[in-house]
């Protein structure tokens, strides 16, 4: 039987997971547009959320958008990871010995979300990724993490359609279920431009819990030749070996 949820609870949740979702702040009828909510009840939670500084108001537009208090919360999540400070300086010496730009993420149902990164010294555009939450099946983190899992749990953990960030994404599940399959014989994924146009990236799970949650990756142009990106990807391999082996042996689970 699953659990009863809350009304008030879940639409409060369900306003904070539109307003962290959207690039821009949200009008009153934008949101009751993604949320489905009646709009009085919506009215009165949004001014709950603004009083208790959870949501802020961009007044200009009359629009709304994740207030301090949401960044507290999730600085905490990142603050009382046990295994944050050791992939952290993984991530750095993965930066250091190959330049390019390394990811710590986990899997959260059918997506990731970043915990951390080191952005490559070269990159031009340095884009915030910590907090980020993508669906798993686009990226080299998620396709590692899926692999962990069954084809029958992928299938039922996946929605239908399965979403297209760019012209590379992978879209069928039977497609999926193969790349999948290959990612298990090898030990890494490798995507190339299925998230991100001119990038690509490897990326291996980290084994100290079973399944495994968690990942490493490495994200690299996409012109780069396969003698590179093989470099890479012993670097990344040979890395998360040993910030597993670490995790193991510190007792964190």
Known sequence: ME???????????????ALAAS????????????????????????RTLV????????????AFGIGPHALLTGTAYLDKDPA???????????????????????R??????????RESREA????????????????????????????????????APLTSMTSHTITDLAKLTGEL????????????????PGVACVAVAVD??????DAISCSMPAGMSPAEVSKVTEAVIRHTRTLSATLRREGIR
Do not use: C, N
Not at 108 to 117: F, G, M, P, R
Not at 208 to 213: G, L, Q, S
């Open 108 to 117: 959260d149902e059918s997506h990731v979300i970043y915990l951390a990164t």
């Open 84 to 106: 944050l400070p050791f992939a952290q300086q993984t991530l750095e010496d993965l930066r250091a010995e190959i330049g390019q730009t390394a990811h710590f993420a986990r």
């Open 181 to 196: 399959d290959q990612v298990r014989t090898r030990g890494f994924a490798y995507e190339r431009e299925q998230g991100t």
């Open 124 to 159: 031009h555009h340095v884009i915030p990724r910590v907090g980020r939450r993508l669906p798993a099946h686009v990226t080299a983190l998620g396709q590692a993490l899926l692999a962990q899992l069954t084809d029958d749990e992928v299938a039922a953990l996946l929605p």
């Open 51 to 62: 009083e208790l500084k959870w949501v802020e108001t961009d007044s200009g537009r009359g």
């Open 23 to 46: 690039p821009d702040t949200l009008t009153l009828s934008e949101l009751q547009q993604r949320t489905g909510f009646p709009r009085s009840s919506l009215h009165a939670l949004m």
């Open 208 to 213: 100290y819990r079973i399944p495994a949650t």
């Open 3 to 17: 659990p009863q949820l809350v009304k008030s609870a879940e639409r409060t949740v369900r306003i904070l997971e």
